[in-house]
């Protein structure tokens, strides 16, 4: 079986293919950095609109590499979380195109395809377990029981990691994408120079809030010279405060639940010190693994998409004019996927 991924849900376009036997056999992936640059950020329809130019464009290029298009059995798309102008593009498209080949379509949960990118490479990883899914719009803590059984016990009250760090980034006069801009310039700041506060942290629950943050570290920008190494010591303040937050809130959902395996998934989860500080934390409170995704499967793509394509293929649909599209879908709304 080949499944045919698209991803449209934000500024990011892909199209990937996946077979159930070989694994990911093509992943190609159009982003939007020099526009949002332009533009100051993401703009809804200006998205949409390269979504639509990127989106054949991207097909036209793997048909010159390969005659795959003949032996695609199921399409698989982005459905929901994220713009719903965005969706739509991907969406109508996918649809489309399975009417035109006659074959079935399936519309997928964006942040369960996030959660489950590890798998691509890594189908070793067991149940249960905890994920951090920390993305531009989404910070939560999953407790995941099974594939498709997903109970939420942490959600962002406000801004979402990803978001704060875009947002104080541009702040920082940092281009697109700004939060991996922000953690290169993180590297060549001074450890405990500025103090951030890491907001929540003495709450029962498992929630998150960043806008507090967010303002503190606005305030000391506003206050501050604008040097290259003041600007680096505020960028490694505000991580340092935000990844000793994410992980003091997994620790705690780590420990209530007594699971020993934790997978951190979502754009963020790209972030290196991220990485060794969960490592360090999974091996010495808990002599158990954390599992990621390669860098080029972290963010937006198509290959995760595909990929749960695959796994959900029992639900797709031959109603291909049916185009669905759920700009809220939580992944606590998913069934459990039947193998």
Known sequence: MKILGIETSCDDTGIAIYDYKKGLL????????????K??????ELASRQHMESITFLLHKILKRKHFMKDIDLIAYTAGPGLVSSLLVGATFACSLGFALNIPVVPVNHMEAHLLSPFIECKSIEFPFIALLVSGK?????????????????????????????????LLDLKSPGGSELSKLALIGN?????????????????????GLK?????????????????????????????????IKT???????????????GGVSSNY??????????????NGKVFYARLNFCTDNAAMIAYLGCLRYKEASKCLLDIVVKPKWSIIELDRINR
């Open 39 to 44: 533009n100051g950020g993401i703009i809804p």
């Open 191 to 211: 450890k405990n120079y500025f103090h951030f506060p890491r907001p929540m942290i003495h709450h029962s629950n498992l929630n998150f809030s960043f806008s």
């Open 251 to 265: 620790k705690q959902a780590l420990k209530e639940k007594k699971w020993n395996r934790l997978v951190i998934a």
């Open 273 to 286: 010190p991220l990485r060794k500080k969960s490592e360090k934390m999974m091996k010495k409170d808990f």
């Open 138 to 170: 989404h910070t939560q803590i999953i407790g995941v029981h099974e594939l498709g059984c997903y109970e939420l016990l942490g959600n962002c009250l406000d801004d979402a990691v990803g978001e704060s760090f875009d947002k104080i980034a541009k």
């Open 215 to 247: 303002t503190c570290v606005t305030n000391m920008i506003k206050k501050c010279d604008k040097s290259l190494q003041t600007k680096a010591n505020i960028a490694r303040a505000f991580e340092d405060a935000v990844i000793d937050t994410l992980l």
């Open 26 to 37: 093509i992943n190609e992936i159009y982003n939007q950095n020099i526009l949002n640059d």
